[in-house]
């Protein structure tokens, strides 16, 4: 997503409150970071995150798996793998802190300042701030970095960034980006989460082409060797710009981040027990329940630990592509997430590790539950014609099973919704009456490890007469499969932050439904949800965007796009006992780059 960058600034409430009728852009601060709603933690003054140590010491490795491979190491385009961890290798305007719902603070940027209405930002970049070859950022790299990406980057970049109306270069070091809507608080801690490029590097080079040339950039670390496919590793740069800044000062301490490459996430456990790499955040319910049981764990060598959290958990579950005739149907679309024993799965497959998820912000304030609010229904209300009646009067329910793998009340509502919806059962085979086609369809996947979840699911919708397949596929054609929508159903997890904003067009918008590479892989095209989409945009107050999440949450669950899986609120940690790290853990957000090598590693490091 982006890079997988998510940055914040902060200081003041953007809810400003001006006397008069109209402010000059004299007479606006400039502040040393924004909060989307509410005040800054942190001060101007401030030294560091409180989440870091930031006496920590630098030096050593650190070395993590990663399953596939790449043949890219330009991450800002659509084409082709790009290898883990690119972003370790540039700067953002402003940086995130983990501990406030969304605040940005300065990293390039020394300094911002907001329009009266939001309607443009201004950022005034640190003199200080270098390209690792030695050049200073300026403003004109980063005009060139948003033009760049809006014209030859990722698809996700055009919808991230379609408020910005136009970016004006003021001097060497200030820049302004002007908005095409007023009244966005949002837009201008969007544009300070903008990676930017050196123009003098790219402007003699084609971006929109896979390249394996280690690219430039400003950051904490330089690509230093890799072997495409198999390894990359990063080399911190010890004469790294923005080391002491307040947003760096106690993290990126290792001297080396290393990526190994493994076919799958099983192939690299047991490497990872075999001292191969060094950490590793464990996905699967069923290693983390019995594939950690090994002497190193007994002995102290190697740690084992669950960290809770307070991220929202989002949306993972069998998406349904809805441009496919057999899926276009809502009524058809709830009869087979009818049919998905999570009880069953939970107990038998997870361990009991999860809960099922009944939201797509769940685990925050910005989930809805029970019926709809007075302030959603004011939203919801003038579309009661194309909304299903029962969101007005039942609240979204997901059918729970006693966990014996028999689910016949489910089963017989999902058949008579299925007949409802014109498909009849002939020997034994689900056929649409219409057209006499069978009920076919293929779940892709690129992890064998997720086959044993799918096929229990299969099984039920084998009782309906669907005959469903799994096709387990490398990663390259899976992406390329899953951004070109090429599939009847896939497995994907929607993450969301405590300030849903401009990225729910990427993911629910009918602007991006057909857009290659759009995260729209539904196909949702609803102006029910571009309007609720709209309106969290805009919302004023934090109390208004929770009620306008909790409006869109309920239109897209009773919309029945995905069979809603399961969600768990910790980090699950097994690592290798070489590393220290901050007593502080950050609510919304684990900073593993703020660890350190306590000791030499007691097993393997090659």
């Not at 961890?85 to 983990?98: K, R």
């Not at 760049?148 to 698809?155: A, F, I, N, S, V």
């Not at 397949?469 to 159903?489: G, I, L, W």
Request: glycine share 8%; with cysteine.
């Amino acid at each position: 997503m982006l890079l997988r960058l998510v940055c914040v600034f902060a200081c003041i409430s953007l809810n400003l409150v001006w006397a008069g009728s109209v402010v000059s852009d004299a007479e606006l601060p400039w502040r040393h970071g924004l909060a989307k709603y509410g005040d800054l933690k942190y001060s101007a003054d401030f030294q560091h995150f409180d989440y870091v140590n930031p006496e920590a010491p630098k030096g050593g490795q650190i070395k993590q798996a990663a399953v596939g491979t790449f043949d890219n190491l330009n991450g800002f385009i659509l084409k082709g793998v790009a290898a883990d961890e690119l972003a370790l290798m540039y700067d953002t305007l402003m940086a995130a802190s983990l501990d406030e719902a969304f605040s940005q603070y300065g990293l390039l940027a020394e300094a911002v300042q907001v329009g009266e209405k939001s309607q443009w930002v201004r950022y005034r970049l640190r003199p200080e701030a270098r390209f690792h070859d030695g050049k200073p950022v300026t403003a004109e790299d980063v005009k060139f970095t948003f033009e760049t990406l809006m014209e030859d980057g990722h698809p996700g970049f055009k919808a991230y960034y379609n408020d910005v109306d136009s970016v004006v270069v003021e001097s060497l070091r200030v820049v302004r980006f002007d908005f095409a809507v007023e009244g966005n608080a949002e837009l201008p801690l969007i544009v300070g989460q903008l990676t930017v490029l050196p123009k003098h590097y790219w402007q003699d080079k084609t971006f929109n082409k896979t390249t394996l040339e280690a690219p430039l950039g400003s950051g904490p670390y330089k690509i230093s060797a890799f072997e495409q496919g198999k390894w990359i590793a990063y080399e911190r740069d010890k004469n790294y710009w923005g080391r002491d800044l307040p947003v760096n000062r106690g993290r990126y301490n290792f001297d080396q981040v290393r990526f190994d490459y493994y076919k799958d996430g099983r192939v690299a456990l047991e490497a990872l027990k075999a001292g191969q790499f060094d950490y590793r955040a464990e996905n699967n319910s069923k290693q983390w329940a019995t594939g950690y049981d090994f002497p190193a764990v007994e002995e102290g060598r190697f740690i084992k630990e669950m960290l809770p959290h307070s991220q929202p958990t989002g949306m993972q579950g069998f998406v349904f592509n809805t441009r496919r005739d057999k899926f276009s149907d809502p009524t058809v679309r709830w009869a087979l997430a009818q049919v998905f024993d999570f009880e069953w799965t939970n107990k038998t497959l997870f361990y009991g590790q999860y809960s099922r998820t009944t939201s797509y912000f769940s685990n925050s304030e910005l989930a809805s539950s029970g019926l709809p609010s007075e302030g959603e229904l004011a939203l919801l209300e003038p579309y009661r014609e194309q909304l299903p009646q029962e969101l007005f009067t039942q609240p979204y329910h997901i059918p729970t099973s006693d966990g014996s793998g028999y689910m016949r009340e489910s089963l017989r509502a999902a058949a008579k919704a299925l007949k409802k919806a014109g498909w009849v059962v002939e020997q034994g085979k689900l056929i649409d009456g219409k057209t006499g086609k069978p009920f076919q369809f293929e779940v892709l996947l690129y992890s064998p490890a997720f086959e044993r979840i799918v096929l229990p699911y299969l099984s039920n919708l084998k009782r309906l007469g669907i005959d469903a397949k799994v096709r387990t596929v490398d990663v390259a054609q899976y992406q390329q499969r899953f951004q070109s929508f090429d599939f009847d159903m896939i497995v994907w997890s929607w993450g969301q932050s405590l300030s849903p904003g401009n990225e729910q067009l990427n993911m629910w918008g009918s602007e991006f439904a057909d857009q290659t590479g759009s995260r729209n892989f539904a196909g949702i095209k609803s102006p029910v949800v571009d309007d609720l989409i709209e309106k969290l945009i805009m919302a004023p107050t934090r109390e208004e965007l929770i009620t306008a999440t909790r409006a869109l949450d309920r239109v897209l669950l009773w919309g029945n796009y995905v069979v809603p899986h399961w969600h768990i609120r910790s980090h699950r940690l097994g690592y290798w006992n070489k590393f220290g790290r901050p007593e502080i853990i950050p609510p919304y957000g684990l900073d593993l780059y703020a660890w350190w090598v306590k000791q030499q590693p007691s097993h393997s490091d090659k």
